[in-house]
């Protein structure tokens, strides 16, 4: 019986396949893929583009020329002219009154009417990132306020270059006799640049605060909604404690991203920001669903720096650009661990990819802490996380119910809905790799084993039935001397007085055995390497007998006349290779 079932486990482990892997117990581990991909996918659905907008009619009035100033201005020329400062050629003369007059503009230029009117809308575009599942959102101060001198600039960019460019070619026309130039229609403009922005009026300024948010289903297109947002709280601008704390109301389930602690990273670690640059943003020949999606820069951590004022920064090298403004920085982990506010320019205006100043998360949770607002995490996020860790490790089948989960809790998610058309065609090519319960498996295990091992003792009955009965050679006559047998010998059991069955009771009792019928490597009317169909005793080496006496039952030996018969336990004799050894001497003979 053991040889069958030793068999049975070696023919189950060539035939069952290799199991699956078990299920992660590290459900929320980091997949085998990059930093940086596990980043995005986690993050970028609470990473949202935020919209800062004034409107309002811009006023500015004609300009009229100053004729004493201008009188005095063409003497000076002459002298000018005169002392050989200046060429004394139309076109120099003019260049140099025009470089007069935009030095001092008030001076030459006076208020006149009518006054000259235009509707516009200035603002920006910002980043911002859910911390409540019910519509917080945080951000930087700057992006949701814009001081009244940068706000008149705005306006004087946006809405007075077609009044300039007017001006200039009504100035320059009235130079008779002389051929303009480019360098004269400058400074021309130059002059009622000034002019205009220094007299400019706002009136009816309205400013409106939006979030952009995802189509039902998923996506970020041009019909895609702008959520009105409430401002709650908002700081200092940089390089103040530049914070600030919006609201939407009517929300819920909302996916949001998880706060770190400042000891979470230190000088070396790479960080990562996600945002929306401008420079893709603002570029129209890239698609809007592409601009609307954020971005992932990384970097080391620098230094830590601090204000005159003892704000904390740190500075990275991670890159950023204008828009990605209020973004969160993440650790590896996915961690918030900051807020990008701030990078160097250079005097082009560009910004310096190797300089970028992030505010410390402890900050944003003391500016939390004084709305009493604490960063919360819904199940949207919970079951988007685990699904996502299911994706990136093929486990299909396991992640699509989380993923349509994720989609019935919030409707508005902006990618999952490509995850679960990605994730069924995947299971329909047949790459999924999820796991199964391991009980699942000992079930099947088990019962393949059983089944190959009723099948084994099938095929050994089956063959024994079929196998031609041995035969036996005849007595020789006066007594002679049994054949052995031939297969090897154990050690032969005791048997209770009276009863001929096998040991251990694992095989039939020999009236019971069919003709022919193989026990376990015995002949027929012989067990265990008893001698099959002998009645005498056993042959010795050498040609001596065992003893005088007629066997006894059982096929063992009788003992002598006289002689006790020794105890139950002791009437075994091993048997090797169709001879009875010598029992023990301690034990009768």
């Not at 070619?169 to 051929?179: F, P």
């Not at 400074?187 to 009026?201: G, R």
Request: glycine letters at 10%.
């Amino acid at each position: 019986m053991r040889k069958i079932a030793a068999a049975a486990v070696v023919a189950m482990a060539v035939a069952l396949p290799a199991l699956p892997a078990v299920a992660d117990d590290g459900a929320d581990e980091r997949p085998d893929v990059p930093v940086g991909t596990w980043l995005a996918a986690r993050t970028q659905p609470a990473v949202q583009l935020i919209s800062l907008t004034y409107t309002g009619t811009v006023a500015v009035p004609s300009s009229a020329l100053n004729q004493a100033a201008f009188n005095q201005l063409t003497v000076q020329a002459t002298d000018a002219v005169t002392s050989g400062k200046i060429s004394a050629d139309e076109r120099s003369i003019a260049k140099w009154m025009f470089q007069r007059i935009a030095g001092n503009v008030d001076a030459y230029l006076t208020v006149s009417s009518p006054e000259r009117t235009v509707e516009a809308e200035v603002g920006g575009l910002c980043t911002g990132w859910w911390v409540t599942p019910d519509g917080y959102m945080v951000t930087g101060a700057h992006c949701v306020q814009v001081g009244d001198t940068a706000l008149a600039q705005m306006f004087a960019q946006q809405a007075l270059a077609t009044f300039n460019k007017e001006d200039a070619q009504g100035i320059v026309s009235g130079l008779q006799g002389i051929e303009t130039d480019e360098e004269i229609l400058k400074l021309a403009q130059q002059i009622f640049v000034t002019f205009n922005s220094t007299h400019m009026k706002i009136r009816g300024l309205q400013q409106s605060l939006t979030v952009l948010q995802s189509l039902p289903g998923g996506g970020v297109d041009k019909t895609a909604k702008a959520v009105p947002a409430e401002l709650v709280s908002v700081g200092e601008n940089y390089p103040g404690k530049d914070f600030a704390l919006l609201k939407v109301n009517g929300q819920q389930n909302m996916p949001t991203v998880p706060l770190g602690d400042d000891g979470d990273v230190r000088t070396g670690d790479t960080l990562y920001i996600s945002g929306f640059p401008g420079l893709v943003t603002n570029t129209a020949f890239f698609s809007l669903e592409s601009r609307l999606e954020p971005a992932l820069t990384e970097g080391p951590y620098n230094a830590t720096r601090a204000t005159q004022t003892g704000v904390p920064y740190i500075q990275t090298q991670a890159p950023s650009y204008h828009g990605n403004s209020g973004g969160p920085v993440f650790s590896k982990d996915g961690k918030v661990i900051g807020m990008l506010i701030a990078g160097t320019v250079s005097q082009g205006g560009e910004a310096s990819e190797s300089e970028s100043f992030v505010l410390p998360v402890s900050i944003v949770k003391e500016k939390l802490g004084e709305k009493n607002i604490k960063a919360a995490q819904a199940t949207t996020t919970t079951r988007y996380n685990e699904a996502l860790n299911d994706y990136f490790r093929h486990y299909y089948e396991d992640a699509l119910p989380k993923f349509r989960e994720v989609q019935a809790l919030f409707p508005n998610h902006p990618y999952v809905a490509k995850y679960i058309s990605d994730t069924q065609q995947a299971i329909s090519a047949g790459k999924d790799q999820s796991p199964r319960p391991i009980m699942m498996w000992v079930l099947i295990g088990a019962g393949a084993l059983v089944a190959l091992v009723v099948a084994l003792i099938l095929v050994k009955v089956l063959r024994g039935r079929r196998r031609p009965p041995p035969s036996f050679p005849p007595h020789p006559p006066g007594g002679g001397y049994a054949q052995p047998s031939p297969y090897p010998m154990q050690q032969l059991p005791a048997a209770p007085h009276h009863q001929a069955q096998s040991p251990y009771g694992s095989g039939p009792q020999h009236n019971n055995v069919p003709n022919g019928a193989d026990q376990h490597g015995g002949h027929q009317g012989g067990q265990y390497g008893q001698y099959g169909g002998g009645h005498y005793g056993a042959h010795q080496p050498g040609g001596q007998h065992s003893g005088p006496h007629g066997a006894g039952p059982y096929g063992q030996p009788a003992p002598p006349q006289g002689r006790p018969q020794p105890p139950y336990e002791d009437r075994t004799r091993d048997v090797r290779f169709g001879q009875f050894a010598p029992p023990p001497d301690d034990r009768p003979s």
